[in-house]
Every structure is written in structure tokens, then in C-alpha cells.
């Protein structure tokens, strides 16, 4: 009998209510995050019951500063506050966990530049180092993912002027650090002269940002760079983000949902990995 | 009043200090911000070492071709270099899987890989896996894919491990190379492996200079805590951080230098090919990185990292054991090392026989 992805995660969740990137591993966030997304739609009370188990693992993992860190056992809070505040989004802020994890987004700002260190990274790297979007760890630089990921997040919650202003210059900053033939990489467009390509999985999470917030400044190379990247990558990860990007605009890709469909595995799953079962289930969802 | 003598090892120190204290300014810059007691503590470890610390022997040998004398070679080189027993040991093998890009020589050559893990094999390891965490890209399957790497693995049966997603787990910071760090996070692998063999390819850097078996440990610090680039890396120091990740994992850490192929210019990704056509093996990864080094015609004065680990006493130069049947009949007696080395000027000749000029990255 045909295992489905979603019996894959529900068999693969963990004693502690989360889920791991693979088997026999601890929870993490980023993994617990998007299976609770992937089943937010699963009617039944298996499904039901492992969200709710979930959701109770989320919130736990939850710092007193507001954010979330890797896993549970880890104190310092990072980028994977943006993927809990997404997996929170319509299920209430009764205990003012969205509102907490917001501020912690708000409040993280990165390290400003001297006049030197903007001309440096002017003349290095082609990037106006005075915009800024969100690090992956606080005291860090802004890179595309964790900045794309936290404008998403920030659209969970209500919309007031300071998060306005921070989407726009996040919006400013993906603009800056598109690569030259469209698309984005995970943040240097240019690298000492040299042109660096750009990837899947940066490229489609920015698109999913602009397509939330400013359509209008999704171009056409953009969107092509990612086809290309999509196809040359093949990974499930760059296959699934990828068309979720897709159909976020109104697009679709059947050649790579039909590579994506042909990586799963006999137990239901992709890579035996939870992470890659939520989001190619997310991808497919109404083609499989 | 009676004059205080210095015995001859405490002037062996002393005069070790002052020679380190005198061109020791890049040095001063560069630990300033780990602080006066590791500074001290590194200065005094490396004067013993300078002074007292046994050189280790590093294979070299040429292999002209990724082709079936791959494995010869390395047979013959990690026999040369006295490497340690790895039987009924847990071996990870940990390539340079950094990206793919068209035209440019970025990771290490599958066969390279295949000759180690067929080894490995032969020497009786009882586990072995392969990994990398690349820094580039989210997920490491489709390089090792693109690259041919993964075929080499399936026709082996041995498992590819992402070390980005590897179950990390926060092990104590050694030796005081992050600053403000009680902690950094490995991955599983790399913390039960008996042995984590740095496969680089050899290139150089734009940053650190070259990218050898020390700067291979990047590789090993999960995404999944620090992000995609590792620019936890970079706020802490270029060559704080290798020398931190290498400090967490020593002395585990072997390395085989992948330049059959080599990579020169714009590296560690849009170089241009260095048919150098060299192999080189050792247990001591700085001892390693110099000699490979020297071979690209760098200096170890020109890379920042290896004159800081040389100097914090992380290693020292090693000697060469060489492959080559041409010095076989120079190899001379060496009573103190208890083996058969090759004297320093041979080692010079070889050296400078089997070098090759490495075009320097661009500098803005």
C-alpha cells in the first residue's frame, strides 16, 4: 500500500511533538515550522492532534526575548524566528507569542557601517552596505533568505508604520543585491569584479517576499533566472521553494513538479527528511 | 652576588620570543581581538614548538591524472607519512563540495575521493561517510550529484552526509579562537568521527590567500545554526576561524591536497585550471598547508592563517617523504628522527622542482 507524504510525517515526528531534518535527530525549528505548515490543511485527527502536539513544542521552544533559535536547546535566538512566527500565523496570538517574535524581528538591526566600510563594500562587493534587510544571526550582515523569510513573517502580524518602513527597506536591499542576469544569490551579486550567479532557493524566496508586498518589482530575468536555477539545481529543495514561487505568481513549472513528484520515496517522504517532505508536499500539493 | 644562569633550552625560548616578538606586528593585529591571555598562552606554545616540536612528515608525490593511479599513489603517500591507523575506526571524508560552477575547478576531483574511500576500505575502517556543508548552497545532494561524486559513493555503498542539517550539537570552544564563544555548534559526524579526513582541492583564496586542508573546515559548521554564507566566520576573523574550527577537531583532523588539478587567479570559484599534477598527505594539516603552500609559490608570510598557526603553535613545517624514485637515493639517515629523511637541501629541490607559480587572486 502506497505510503502518502503526509503519513511520512506523521510517522517521522519526534516524542517531543517536533520534527527533525531527518530520522533519530532532535527537533529543530525550521523543520518543526514548515511540517505544521504543510499539514495546516489536513482534515483527520491524526493530522489534528500532531499539529496540535506541534504547536505546544513551538511555543515552548520560544526565548524570553521573543525569538527562537535552532532547536530548544539552543539560547540564542536567530533567523528561525521568521520561520515560527509563519507557522503561527492563523492560530491566534492569544499568548502574544506573534506579537513578541515580531518584535524580536523589529529589533534586530545590523551593525551600522563607518564612511570607510560603505565605500569598501562598494568597491568589493557592488552593494550599498547602508540598506539592510535581516541577518541570519544578530551582529551580522543582511542576507537574502533570512531577510525574504522575515519580510514574510512580518506580514503575519498587523501592519503598523515601523514595520512598513522596515519592509521597505528590505524591499530596497533585495533590489540592491539582485544579480546582474536576474535572480538573487544568497547576498554578494558581485564578488571582487566578478559576477556570482544566482541560486535557486534564495532566488525563489525572494520572490515569494516581492510577490506579498510589491509585485511590480518582480522582473521578468527574475523569474527566469529561477526556471534556469530550478533545472540546473534538480535538488528538492531548489524544486520545491522554486514552484512555490512559481504559483505564488500565477506561474507553474509541470517538468519540475514531475521531477519533484519522482523523488519521493517508498516511505512517502523525500530524503527521509521531514523538511523536504513539508515543503515538496506544500510544492504539490494537488499533484499527488 | 651569584650570577643567575639560563639553562640552554630557557635561551633556546627566549631568544625563540624574541625572534617571534620581532615580526610579530600582523601577528599582534590579528590575535588583538582574542585577548592578552591567549595571546600569551599561543606565543608561549609556539616557541616550544618552534624550539622542541617534532616536524611531521608530509607524503608528496606527483599524479599526473584523476585516472586509475589515483589510488597508487595515495596508498604509497599515506605510507610515507606514517598516518595513523584507521582500523575499526569511524572515518568521515570531508571533500570541498563549496558550489558548482561551469569551466572553473571549484571541488574536490571524485576520484580523488574514490582512491581514499577504496583505501580506507583496504586499511580495515569499520565506518566511513562522506560530507560537506557547503556554504553556498542549501543543500549539498546536488553538487555532489553534478559533480560525480555522488555516483562514486552509491557504486561504494557509503552514505552522503549534509553536515549543514547533521544534527548539530554545541561542543565546547577550544583554545579561545572565537571570541565571546563558550560554544560552537558541530555536526554529528564530526563529533563521533575517529578521524575527519580535509580533501581540498587546491586554490587560492581571495580572502585568506589559499584554501588548503585548514580552510576546508568551513565546511564543517552547520548552516542550519549559522546561516548560509557562515558569516559568523567572517565577523570573527578569517584566520581566527580556521584555526578555531581546526583547534575543535584536532588532532582528528588528517588531510589529502587534491592538485592534480589546481585552481590559481579569482579562487576559491572563478579561478582558471593549474594542471600542477600533485598529490600531498599528512596527519598534520599545518604541516600539510605549508608545504602546499610553498608548492603554489606562496610563502607561509603571505597567508595570514598558516603564519598565525605556525606561530600560535597549531604546527610547524614538516618534512618531506617524496614519491618520486628520481630521490630515492638521496634519502639520508637521520639518527634523532629514527628514520630516513631527506635532507633539507633536497627538500628545497623538490620543492622548487615540483612548484608552480600560482596566479594571485585580484586585489581591490
Known amino acids: ?22 530520522a533519530g535527530q532532535g527537533s529543530t525549528v525550521e523543520a518543526t515550522c514548515a511540517v505544521l505548515i504543510a499539514l495546516r490543511d489536513e482534515a483527520g485527527g491524526a493530522a489534528s492532534e500532531a499539529r496540535a502536539r506541534g504547536l505546544a513544542w513551538l511555543r ?68 550599498d552596505g547602508g540598506l539592510y534587510g535581516w541577518p541570519w544571526r544578530r551582529g ?33 536591499y533585495l533590489e540592491d543585491r539582485r544579480c546582474s542576469e536576474g535572480g538573487w544569490n544568497f547576498g554578494n551579486p558581485v564578488m571582487l569584479g ?15 517576499a516581492l510577490a506579498g508586498i510589491a509585485r511590480e518589482a518582480i522582473r521578468t530575468e527574475d523569474v527566469q533566472a529561477l526556471r534556469n536555477e530550478m533545472d540546473r539545481d534538480g535538488g528538492t529543495l531548489a524544486l520545491a521553494w522554486g514552484l512555490l514561487a512559481l504559483r505564488a505568481l500565477g506561474e507553474d513549472d509541470a517538468g519540475a513538479a514531475g521531477r519533484l513528484v519522482g523523488q519521493r520515496g517508498p516511505d512517502g517522504g523525500w530524503n527521509g527528511n521531514p523538511y523536504h517532505t513539508a515543503v515538496a508536499l506544500m510544492a504539490l500539493r494537488g499533484n499527488l | 652576588m651569584a650570577t643567575r644562569r639560563l639553562s640552554r633550552r630557557a635561551f633556546l625560548r627566549l631568544a625563540a620570543l624574541g625572534g617571534i616578538a620581532a615580526g610579530g606586528a600582523v601577528i599582534e593585529r ?52 606514517r598516518m595513523p591507523l584507521v582500523q ?45 556543508g557547503p556554504g553556498f548552497r542549501r543543500e549539498a545532494e546536488p553538487v555532489a550529484r553534478s559533480c560525480g561524486l555522488a555516483a562514486v559513493l552509491a557504486a561504494r555503498h557509503v552514505p552522503f552526509v549534509d553536515l549543514n542539517y547533521d544534527d548539530p550539537r554545541p561542543v565546547p570552544a577550544r583554545d579561545g579562537w572565537f571570541r565571546g564563544a563558550s560554544a560552537i555548534w558541530l555536526p554529528r559526524h564530526v563529533r563521533e568521527a575517529d578521524f575527519v579526513i580535509s580533501v581540498p582541492k587546491m586554490k587560492t583564496h581571495h580572502w585568506a590567500g589559499v584554501s588548503l586542508s585548514l580552510k576546508n573546515l568551513f565546511g564543517i559548521l552547520p ?56 598529490m600531498a598527505v599528512s596527519a598534520d594539516p599545518v604541516a600539510l598547508d605549508l608545504t602546499c603552500a610553498q608548492l603554489m609559490g606562496f610563502s607561509s608570510k603571505e597567508v595570514d592563517h598558516l603564519q598565525l598557526a605556525e606561530w600560535a603553535g597549531l604546527g610547524k613545517p614538516g618534512y618531506l617523504s617524496i614519491l618520486d624514485a628520481e630521490f630515492a637515493h638521496l634519502q639520508l639517515a637521520d639518527t634523532r628522527r629514527g628514520g630516513e629523511t631527506l635532507s633539507v637541501e633536497v627538500q628545497k629541490t623538490v620543492i622548487e622542482r615540483l612548484k608552480r607559480q600560482y596566479k594571485r587572486p585580484p586585489v581591490l
Open chain 1, 1 to 22: 500500500m502506497e505510503i502518502s507524504p503526509v503519513q511520512f510525517l506523521l510517522t517521522a515526528q519526534n516524542a517531543d511533538g517536533g520534527w527533525a531534518y531527518a
Open chain 1, 60 to 127: 515552548q521552544a520560544q526565548h524570553g526575548d521573543g525569538g527562537w533559535g535552532m532547536s530548544a536547546a539552543d539560547a540564542e535566538s536567530g533567523w528561525q524566528t521568521a520561520c515560527a512566527l509563519l507557522a503561527l500565523e492563523h492560530e491566534g496570538d492569544g499568548d502574544g507569542a506573534l506579537a513578541r517574535g515580531a518584535n524580536w524581528l523589529l529589533g534586530t538591526t545590523p551593525p551600522e557601517l563607518t564612511a570607510q566600510g560603505l565605500e569598501e563594500t562598494r568597491a568589493k562587493l557592488s552593494i
Open chain 1, 140 to 172: 551580522e550582515a543582511s542576507w537574502v533568505e533570512p531577510t525574504a523569510l522575515s519580510m514574510l513573517a512580518l506580514l503575519t502580524v498587523s501592519q503598523n508604520p515601523t514595520i512598513q518602513a522596515r519592509l521597505n527597506m528590505a524591499m530596497r
Open chain 1, 194 to 208: 566578478a559576477a556570482l550567479p544566482p541560486r535557486a532557493h534564495p532566488t525563489a524566496s525572494a520572490l515569494l
Open chain 2, 30 to 81: 590579528t590575535a588583538r581581538p582574542v585577548g592578552l591571555l591567549n595571546y600569551l598562552r599561543w606565543t608561549l606554545r609556539g616557541a616550544e614548538q618552534a624550539t622542541l616540536g617534532r616536524p611531521m612528515p608530509v607524503g608528496l608525490g606527483e599524479c599526473t591524472s584523476y585516472g586509475g593511479e589515483v589510488l597508487d599513489c595515495l596508498r604509497e603517500l599515506w605510507r610515507q607519512a
Open chain 2, 88 to 132: 575499526g575506526k569511524r572515518v568521515l571524508v570531508k571533500p570541498n563540495l563549496i558550489d558548482l560552477l561551469d569551466g572553473h575547478p571549484v571541488t574536490t576531483d571524485p576520484a580523488v575521493v574514490a582512491a581514499i574511500l577504496d583505501l580506507l576500505v583496504e586499511l580495515g575502517a569499520a565506518e566511513i561517510a562522506v560530507g560537506d
Open chain 2, 223 to 278: 548552516g542550519a545554526r549559522y546561516g548560509w554564507p557562515k558569516n559568523m566566520l567572517h565577523v570573527n576573523g578569517l584566520p581566527l576561524s580556521i584555526l578555531g574550527l581546526y583547534a575543535l577537531v584536532r588532532p582528528r583532523v588528517l588531510g589529502v591536497v587534491d592538485g592534480i588539478v589546481g585552481m590559481e587567479g579569482d579562487g576559491p570559484l572563478f579561478g582558471t585550471p593549474v594542471p600542477h599534477g600533485v
